[in-house]
């Protein structure tokens, strides 16, 4: 939103009859920030393709979950294939893994702007209803962005990272024949202990399908060879 707000022009008019009327354009003004500075509105198939702004940052965890799952794998005495990472990216296992992370990425993005911005009417029709002035409402949406948005959003980068690294780490222990993986955690919370007591796993039928199993999650995949 930051990055848009040199471009951003005053109203002519702050006239309005109503609190909804009042309400219902700051929050649509809200909409069209979000949408240029953060979500940036593109066609599905685009951000399919890795042309929205959070597909570098897709492509940089799941690259270096190539390289922690090719170290595992060598410590682990296997052959590693040699070749460049866009070789790498080009192959259907990944490409195809790639999509699904770069739409699942945005998709999840999209739902924290919602949860901000549903917060922020709540909060600017409680300024309304009790007569707050400017400097108190502004404080206010403030803290909601902040506690909300901004929080949500980092929890949502930690999360997505994780799971584009381990995705990648596994689809490569695929390649390479391995059969069942490990689930590796630091100091393991409620929800991990007992799935990391429990492996190792086909690498095909972990529990939740893999790590992170939570929001914040730390848990890694490591291959079980022969």
């Keep these: 939103m930051f990055a848009a707000a040199d471009d951003i022009s005053p109203s002519d008019g702050f006239q309005f009859t109503t609190q909804a009327e009042a309400q219902d354009e700051f929050m649509g003004w809200l909409d069209e920030q979000t949408d240029r500075g953060i979500l940036e509105t593109i066609e599905r198939e685009r951000i399919r393709g890795g042309e929205h702004y959070t597909a570098r940052y897709v492509r ?3 690259s270096r979950g190539i390289d922690h799952a090719d170290a595992q794998l060598n410590a682990e005495g296997v052959t590693v294939t040699d070749e460049t990472l ?3 990216f080009n ?3 990944h490409a195809e893994q790639l999509q699904d992370l770069y739409t699942r990425s945005f998709d999840n993005l999209e739902t924290v702007t919602t949860d901000m911005q549903t917060a922020v009417r709540r909060k600017l029709g409680t300024g309304l209803s009790q ?3 400017p400097q108190k409402t502004a404080r206010e949406l403030n803290d909601r962005v902040d ?3 901004i929080t949500d959003a980092e929890r949502l980068a930690r ?3 994780l799971h584009s690294h381990n995705q990648s780490a596994l689809n490569r222990y695929t390649e390479h024949g391995v059969q069942e993986v490990d689930i590796l955690g630091h100091n393991p919370c ?3 202990k007992p799935i990391v007591n429990g492996g190792p796993y086909p690498i095909d039928e972990i529990p939740r399908g893999g790590p992170p199993f939570h929001p914040n999650c730390m ?3 490591y291959p079980v060879v022969e």
Excluded: F, H, P
Aim: proline fraction near 0%.
């Design 91 to 93: 192959r259907g296992i």
């Design 86 to 88: 866009q070789q790498t």
């Design 131 to 133: 007569g707050w002035n």
């Design 60 to 62: 940089s965890a799941y």
């Design 147 to 149: 506690s909300i948005g």
């Design 190 to 192: 409620d929800i991990c």
């Design 159 to 161: 999360t997505e990272t």
């Design 219 to 221: 848990g890694s995949v």
